[in-house]
């Protein structure tokens, strides 16, 4: 059996020191890269929306529903992990809104509308952390 040595130059201090600048490093690319990864998320919600007012209910509900949902939990729980809790809160109205409901009429839909686009706003112009005052607004819009 072998015994690794440390070189005598690198104490654990150094390479814990390395690591964490690293790990920092990295937290902050995932919190630039965010917006990008999941903008495309909310596109597809907006177009599968469009779809919806397209059909009668039931199918309306299982459409948005089963479209919708999937990924509004990801943007829950994914939000405040990368950065950006904003999207997390607006994501947990909407997924709370659409789980709600059992039936979609214009006013629902509207509803649903408006919050994808506060998504949308948030992630274009990259609202992180609470928001600040631009945050408070966005979060007085949610019905």
Same mark, same amino acid.
């Given at each position: 059996?072998?015994?690794?040595?440390? !070189?005598?130059?690198?104490? !654990?201090?150094?390479?814990?020191?390395?690591?964490?600048?690293?790990?920092?490093?990295?937290?902050?690319?995932?919190?630039?890269?965010? =917006?990008?990864?999941?903008?495309? $998320?909310?596109?597809?919600?907006? /177009?599968? &929306?469009?779809?919806?007012?397209?059909? %009668?209910?039931? @199918?309306?509900? @299982?459409?948005?529903?089963?479209? &919708?949902? !999937?990924?509004?939990?990801? &943007?829950?729980? #994914?939000?405040?992990?990368?950065? %950006? =809790?904003?999207?997390?809160?607006?994501?947990? *109205?909407? %997924?709370?809104?659409?789980? @709600? *409901?059992?039936? %979609?009429?214009?006013?629902?839909?509207?509803?649903?509308?408006? $919050? &994808?686009?506060? /998504? @949308?706003?948030?992630?274009?112009?990259?609202?992180?952390? $609470?928001?600040?005052?631009?945050?408070?607004?966005?979060?007085? #819009?949610?019905?």
């Amino acid at each position: 059996m072998a015994i690794f040595k440390l !070189p005598e130059t690198e104490s !654990p201090t150094g390479i814990l020191a390395d690591n964490n600048a690293t790990e920092a490093e990295a937290a902050a690319d995932l919190t630039r890269a965010f =917006p990008m990864m999941v903008c495309g $998320d909310v596109q597809e919600m907006r /177009l599968a &929306l469009n779809e919806a007012k397209g059909l %009668y209910e039931p @199918q309306r509900t @299982q459409f948005i529903q089963s479209r &919708l949902l !999937p990924v509004m939990l990801r &943007l829950k729980n #994914q939000g405040a992990v990368f950065g %950006y =809790p904003l999207v997390t809160d607006v994501a947990t *109205h909407l %997924y709370n809104f659409i789980d @709600q *409901h059992k039936a %979609y009429g214009q006013p629902e839909l509207n509803v649903i509308n408006n $919050d &994808l686009l506060l /998504l @949308q706003n948030i992630l274009w112009k990259r609202i992180s952390g $609470d928001g600040g005052k631009v945050g408070q607004e966005i979060l007085s #819009q949610l019905i």
